[in-house]
């Protein structure tokens, strides 16, 4: 038994197949007859097909021409008060008090008269009415809606033909592809989308963040190894990952492994200031098939993840870029590069690693080396915009 929101899903997609048809047929014979009765003063477009009238009528008084076919079946032409104002002040001057419940004859013969010419021309599209008719139906009238305007007016207004279904006998657009079916979105699985991937974050003295040098180890204490979270513009979601048990390693604590212990370093207030590092693929390519998977809270096993290179971030400057690795539970990145901050001023010198430029005198050229030597002093912390709780 074909339920009710079936029966409207299938006259709804019946209309679909049938609009070309009744677009070239009625908009083109409409937009004719208003330029012979009009000398080509308006413009007309179709906007809707249904057949459903409460919709339409809501929000407007109506100027209603019928036109009887026979004792059963009757065209109706609906004009929108704004519709009538626009032809009438067109035609006969504008009047900016003007309501359709107090139409005058003059003006409603003009009305009348367009819309008798507008049957006659697409009277050519009914049938003739079948010689005995059954009991009227609920939606058995197709409503067409047009809007009206005047030429190069961005102003327009409804008018709607109610058509009897029985008298139509529109074409259906046929494909021409024989096999082709409903949009499958399996189509799309395979089609790829780039995204940026959190794999965690973690706090970092300032201190140690200066320090940081190539083959060094960076551990994120907010991750989780089956934990991502994936991020495309604005939409950000948390994903369940199959860990590679390749990235498993171990820190030597005599090389690499940047977990300073705070009271190693120079006391100072400098030294207790903390700021929030992350650890993100940019660029990473997904295919639509695994954007579903991770919408639908599926446990995935994203191995191109791996094969990107991983990018460190404060404050969203790239400080450094690594390979990702695991130890125990938790995601770490081994630094394979080191950015300087860019020079406030053009200089053709290298850039200090996140800090100021420091032009050397004129008589004395200060050696590479002896500017590495030098770079505690010269570590700008103004880098970094902290908030309160960061002190």
């Given at each position: 038994?074909?339920t009710?929101s079936?029966?409207?899903?299938s006259?709804?997609?019946e209309l ?21 009765f009009?000398?080509?003063l ?11 009238i ?14 009887r076919?026979?004792k ?22 504008e ?7 107090n ?11 367009f ?9 050519k ?16 009238t ?6 009206i ?5 961005r ?13 139509l ?13 409903k949009f ?20 970092f ?7 940081l040098e ?14 991502m979270k994936?991020?495309?513009k ?16 171990s820190i030597?604590?005599?090389n690499?492994g ?13 030294d207790e200031i903390?700021?929030?590092m ?9 295919t639509?098939g695994?954007?579903k ?11 191109s993840?791996?094969?990107?290179k991983?990018?460190l ?5 790239t400080i450094?870029?690594?390979?990702l ?10 630094i ?6 860019e ?9 200090q ?16 080396a002896?500017?590495a030597a030098?770079s ?9 915009e ?5 002190i």
């Amino acid at each position: 038994m074909e339920t009710k929101s079936e029966t409207k899903l299938s006259e709804r997609d019946e209309l679909y197949t049938q609009y070309n048809w009744f677009y070239h047929s009625f908009l083109d014979s409409i937009q004719v007859a208003a330029n012979e009765f009009f000398s080509d003063l308006f413009d007309f477009k179709l906007i809707s097909i249904s057949k459903n009238i409460n919709i339409l009528f809501q929000g407007d008084d109506y100027f209603v021409t019928k036109i009887r076919i026979d004792k059963h079946h009757d065209v109706f032409f609906r004009a929108s008060e704004e519709s009538v104002k626009i032809i009438l002040d067109k035609i006969l001057g504008e009047n900016k008090k003007f309501k359709i419940t107090n139409i005058t004859e003059l003006e409603a013969k003009i009305i009348s008269s367009f819309n008798d010419y507008l049957y006659n021309n697409i009277s050519k599209f009914l049938l003739n009415p079948p010689p005995k008719t059954k009991k009227r139906k609920n939606f058995d009238t197709v409503h067409l809606t047009f809007f009206i305007k005047q030429k190069q007016s961005r102003e327009g207004a409804k008018v709607i033909v109610s058509l009897p279904q029985i008298l139509l006998a529109p074409q259906v657009i046929q494909t021409q592809n024989e096999n082709f079916e409903k949009f499958n979105k399996s189509s799309f699985t395979t089609s790829k989308l780039d995204v940026k991937i959190k794999v965690g974050k973690t706090k970092f003295y300032l201190k140690e963040l200066k320090n940081l040098e190539k083959e060094d180890i960076v551990v994120f204490e907010d991750s989780d190894v089956n934990l991502m979270k994936l991020i495309y513009k604005d939409y950000e979601k948390d994903f369940k990952i199959i860990p590679n048990p390749g990235l498993v390693t171990s820190i030597n604590n005599d090389n690499g492994g940047h977990n300073m212990d705070k009271h190693s370093l120079s006391q100072s207030l400098w030294d207790e200031i903390q700021v929030e590092m992350g650890a993100e693929f940019e660029k990473v390519k997904i295919t639509l098939g695994e954007l579903k998977d991770i919408e639908e809270g599926l446990v995935l096993d994203l191995s191109s993840v791996y094969d990107n290179k991983i990018y460190l971030k404060v404050e969203n400057k790239t400080i450094a870029t690594g390979e990702l690795i695991i130890i125990n539970d938790r995601y770490g990145v081994k630094i394979d590069e080191v950015f300087a901050s860019e020079p406030t001023i053009p200089q053709q010198q290298d850039s200090q690693p996140f800090g100021e430029v420091h032009e050397a005198p004129a008589e004395e050229e200060v050696p590479q080396a002896q500017e590495a030597a030098n770079s505690d002093e010269e570590f700008d912390y103004s880098d970094f915009e902290l908030d309160d709780q960061d002190i």
